[in-house]
């Protein structure tokens, strides 16, 4: 199996004494993970905070911006997903948009707060020609306006990886999903190994990783914290870490799973931020379907970071307006 980095062994036995330990680590063992996420919440809650403010600035947070720049008819089977041309969903196809439009967009979302501007295509690989050299335009545009650019393409190449690092490219999202086992019962389309792979393409190419994943696939709470082991095994950490809420979207086939108790996702926020404290933790997809108080205690869990805008590819997220005023309300100043 490629590895994405290398792991270190040093800190375990001060770890296995205080999960909040202050040394970044690599070589977290899934029953003591799992025997974090597993504390009770509060106490988990507190641990996480404490780590949290160690290494970031709790009043602060990061406002991304997320879009579609080409919609629908993707060959994978992902079984959450919309864009599957493997499902029935209500969906309009769209073609690869024009850079200037794209660009038009990100300084628009700028005006608005955003700092980083993600733009994702419905492509099971990236091919090389005019779509491609489209995208790289994109991302020059996008670094102009002095913004972070962040792209998902699908998988890549190594000479694909060098050319979007040249063109600037800040970070690649590739997202795990959930962790090995379970991942066959999601996609049967690639493996496990080819995000892995695609993964370590990236990050030979000195672009940032911005990986993470989806919880309400009818995954087990082990499922769950596996994934978060393969990602701090990773050495360094991922820079980005979204964590998702499943979307269920009718004609898929996970439009009809039960849904998880808000509360996990806070668990995995403040399990992931004290495996990989120095991360950027996403609270990303379904923010939506979750209170103003869940959300309040992700961010104190250790999330800094939110996807800011109505729309998140094709699904549903948390009202702007809504946003700004809890963001007033907590006296959080958005980058």
Known sequence: MVSVGTQSHSGRDQAEQNPSVENVRYDWQLDEALAI???????????????????????????????????????????????????????????LMNPTAVIALAAKAKKAGAERFCMGAAWRKVRDGKEFDAVLEMIRGVRALDMEACVTLGMVNEDQARRLAEAGLTAYNHNLDTGPAYYPQIVSTHSYQDRLETLAKIRDAGIALCTGGIIGLGESPRDRVE???????????PESVPVNMLVPIEGTPLADADPVDPLEIVRMIATARLMMPQSMVRLSAGRSTLSRETQILCLVAGANSIFYGNVLLTTPNADMAADDALLEALGVTAE
């Open 227 to 237: 994934m978060l082991v393969v990602l701090a095994g990773m050495n360094p950490h």
């Open 37 to 95: 996420y597993n504390l009770p919440l509060l106490e988990l809650i507190g641990r996480a905070n404490s780590v949290h403010r160690r290494y970031h600035d709790a009043g602060h947070l990061q406002k991304s911006s997320l879009l579609s720049i080409k919609t629908g008819g993707c060959p994978e089977d992902c079984g959450y997903c919309s864009q599957s041309a493997h499902h029935d969903v209500e969906l309009t196809r769209e073609k």
